[in-house]
């Protein structure tokens, strides 16, 4: 029998520490850095960072549905970003940061507003998740620099402070779904 795999798009802060998170995980077949919404077809990075285009730095996530889940991928982003502060993730401060979820059919859809009400009900934050929830829009890849960043400057500053930090915590949290 053969699956096929599904995609995922995840903005949660800085998508280098997003695709360090994701790209570990088994089941995650390809890990992409790009922007979504905005009104510019195929922004630079400068110019998403700028803050005026209306996009959003995120990861396009390809994955096999049967080794992990749609909601488990849900449950790590979650879990890996703070949720709760408009268009920032510690000190990545713009619109460009803004947490969201691009649902790439209904069906994620429904689970990404059953994931919010859940990790709301626990009582996880102290303020009140700010995800938008959006439609699938087009999907630019960023430039081929920013892929596998973290796995190709582990020693570069803003690696050392903030990604490998996340990373680690995130190992620990969630061994038993990380790649063998």
């Known amino acids: 029998m053969t699956t096929t795999n599904e995609t995922a798009v995840f903005g949660g802060g800085c998508f280098w520490c997003t695709e360090a ?3 570990a995980l088994a089941g995650v077949e390809s890990v992409q850095s790009g922007y979504c919404g905005g009104s510019l077809d195929n922004p630079s990075y400068e110019q998403v ?9 995120v990861v396009q996530i390809k994955f096999d549905p049967a080794v992990i ?41 429904e689970a990404a507003k059953a ?10 934050y102290e303020n009140a998740i700010c995800t ?18 973290f796995a190709l400057h582990p020693n ?5 402070m903030v990604i490998a930090p996340k990373v680690e ?7 038993t779904k990380l790649k063998a």
């Open 49 to 57: 960072c700028s803050g005026q285009t209306g996009h959003i730095e």
């Open 21 to 23: 998170v994701f790209s």
């Open 132 to 149: 938008e929830i959006l439609p699938a829009a087009h999907f630019w890849p960023a430039e081929a620099m920013h892929d596998d960043y």
């Open 156 to 160: 570069q500053g803003y690696c050392q």
């Open 115 to 124: 994931m919010v009400h859940t990790v709301d009900a626990a009582g996880r």
């Open 69 to 109: 889940s749609y909601e488990a991928l849900l449950e790590v982003f979650f879990d890996t970003h703070d949720p709760t502060t408009p268009g920032r993730q510690g000190n990545d401060v713009g619109p460009q940061y803004q947490s969201a979820i691009f649902w790439q059919s209904p069906g994620q859809q």
């Open 169 to 175: 915590k995130f190992k620990k949290h969630f061994s």
